[in-house]
């Protein structure tokens, strides 16, 4: 659902908080937004009240993030309880599996959020349940820039990992007033930012080309292929942000390429600008 308030590219939930059930975000098959752009996936919230129970046979590869709660995940992978009290803190516990999978997630807790993102793919079989202790915290940023791009990645698969996957997924924690996804960069494939913040009136701005985007808590925005993107946190507020790249058709997501005018930052003998008092 495309926000009238800003950019194109942001989508918004009707209300401050995700409503009970699933909530959808995006359509693989739908023109998203622009007429003329598709983000190749679905993407939507999918929130739980205790005892709720989401069952699902799945028609597609289809990925759960866990975003906060305690719940019981029952799927090819086995039974498992897993809980996630803070984005920023810990991270994720994610599900995955093919078409044609039977899932069922209950709530243990009184509030349980999923973030969830499905894509058309009938190479992967099964279910892979990852478990907090396999996803890294990449301390990345460090050094460059008066540290003022420093913020911690955490990569739950991608192509070098799950080549039989149509999609990348990560994480990025973003600390107050500091930038992230810098300098600026692009890629062929479309990808999707889910955001959240350690404050309910928290925000941040995104860079999309020329575009600049306020995002706030529950805010997601797709990038299209080929689009310069940037984040920043407003200081005194901590940015968290869900990443999904979709794999296109004989090319998949491999990494990216920065913003040819910005490329010095990355040289940690060059800082930039300073004060000189």
């Known amino acids: 659902m495309p ?8 989508l918004r939930p ?6 009970r059930g699933y909530t959808p975000l995006l359509h693989e098959d739908r023109h998203a937004l622009k007429a003329s752009v598709k983000a190749l996936m679905d993407f939507g919230v999918l929130r739980q009240g205790k005892g709720q129970v989401h069952r699902l046979l799945t028609t597609k ?21 897993v809980t996630r009290s803070s984005l920023f803190d810990e991270a994720p516990t994610v599900l995955q599996v093919g078409a044609g999978e039977s899932v069922a997630l209950r709530s243990l807790a009184a509030d349980t959020e ?4 499905a894509a058309t793919n009938a190479r992967l079989r099964g279910a ?9 915290n990449e301390d990345r940023g460090v050094g460059l820039a008066q540290d003022a791009c420093r913020r911690t990645v ?9 080549q039989d996957s149509q999609l990348v997924v990560g994480e990025v924690v973003n600390r107050a007033g500091r930038w992230s996804s810098y300098p600026p960069h692009h890629h062929p494939q479309p990808e999707v930012y889910h955001y959240r913040f350690t404050e309910p009136q ?5 860079e999309l080309g020329e575009d600049v985007v306020k995002v706030r808590d529950g805010d997601s925005t797709l990038i299209p292929g080929g689009l310069d993107h940037a984040q920043v946190a407003a200081p005194g507020y901590g940015m968290y942000y869900l990443w999904i790249v979709r794999h296109l058709p004989r090319r998949p997501y491999k990494g990216f390429t920065f913003t040819p005018d910005h490329t010095w930052l ?12």
């Open 202 to 206: 928290g925000y941040g701005h995104a």
């Open 14 to 19: 009707a209300r401050q908080r995700f409503a």
């Open 61 to 81: 590869e289809t990925v759960w993030v866990l975003l906060r709660g305690n719940a019981e995940i029952t799927s090819a992978a086995g039974r498992v309880e």
């Open 114 to 117: 999923w973030a969830v993102v």
């Open 266 to 277: 990355l040289d940690p003998k060059n800082q930039g600008w300073k004060p000189s008092v």
């Open 128 to 136: 892979r349940l990852i478990l907090p202790a396999e996803v890294a």
């Open 154 to 162: 955490r990569t739950v698969f991608d192509y070098s990992t799950r």
């Open 3 to 10: 926000s009238p308030h800003g950019s194109p590219w942001l």
